[in-house]
């Protein structure tokens, strides 16, 4: 019974490292092609609850943005190259993974390794507990403490809110002066809540400089594109 395991574990090792070898070939080709990879590494997943995988695969596919075109095809490739941007407990059920896959003769996509591992590391009631998170969240701060915070939240959100709820929860966290503001205009989005909230803001003694605006963009990260370097109300993609 060993030897059999020990044989299948050889087997599996083998079956990784002509893949890797395979995709490497084929990285060094592309790069001939396409611009420089970004220096540095994306971190590791761990699998723990207070990561958050959504940020990690928006890591991955900026980081390697250069090689959309793999990632985009309906082939084990891409995954075979981000699983080494996993901790031994995703690896041990990355190994599962691919045996699971061969079996069922299934193709390892990028997005059906998202979805995998989204089912396997994520709570099952993980869309309820973001909601519970998204309404209990209070300003405790600057408003661009409070977007941010909401804004890190509702990223992780996989499925569809509302506009009418997106505003109640922005709106019923902040304090109370800027949601009364809010409720006198009745914006009918969250980006039109963010922007009415950002102006009264501004206008409050000792409130929010445009400055400090214009440098809380350059971090920020938009819900819509999920890009860094503008909010939604200012995202390009908006009318497209």
């Known amino acids: 019974m060993l030897q059999v395991f020990a044989q299948q574990q050889a087997q599996f090792q083998t079956h990784l490292q002509e893949q890797l070898a395979a995709q490497n070939a084929r990285f060094e080709t592309l790069a001939m092609k396409l611009p420089a990879a970004r220096k540095g590494e994306p971190p590791l997943y761990h699998g ?17 943005a250069d ?9 084990a490739g891409f995954v075979t190259v981000v699983s080494c941007h996993l901790a031994p407990t995703p690896v041990n059920w990355y190994r599962q ?14 997005e059906n390794f998202k979805a995998a591992l989204r089912t396997r590391f994520l ?20 408003l661009h403490d409070y977007i941010g915070n909401f804004q890190n939240i509702l990223v992780q959100c996989q499925v569809p809110i509302s506009p009418l709820e997106l ?7 902040l304090r109370s002066e800027t949601s009364n503001h809010l409720k006198e205009h009745h914006p009918a989005t969250l980006d039109e809540a963010i922007e009415l909230a950002l102006r009264f803001d501004h206008s409050l ?7 400090a605006t214009a ?5 920020a990260q938009c819900h819509c594109c999920k890009k860094v370097g503008h909010i939604a ?4 993609t908006l009318g497209k």
């Open 97 to 110: 993974f691919v045996a699971e896959a061969n079996r069922a003769g299934t193709v390892r996509t990028w």
């Open 123 to 142: 709570p099952p009631d993980n869309e309820y507990t973001l909601r519970e998170k998204l309404c209990k969240l209070t300003q405790m701060g600057s």
């Open 215 to 219: 440098d809380w963009v350059k971090t």
């Open 205 to 211: 003694p000792g409130g929010s400089s445009s400055t």
């Open 67 to 75: 090689y959309h075109r793999l990632m985009a095809e309906e082939s």
């Open 233 to 236: 109300p200012q995202c390009p």
């Open 48 to 64: 723990s609850l207070n990561e958050d995988l959504e940020l990690w695969f928006f890591t991955i596919e900026q980081f390697y």
């Open 167 to 173: 505003r109640f929860y922005f709106q019923q966290g």
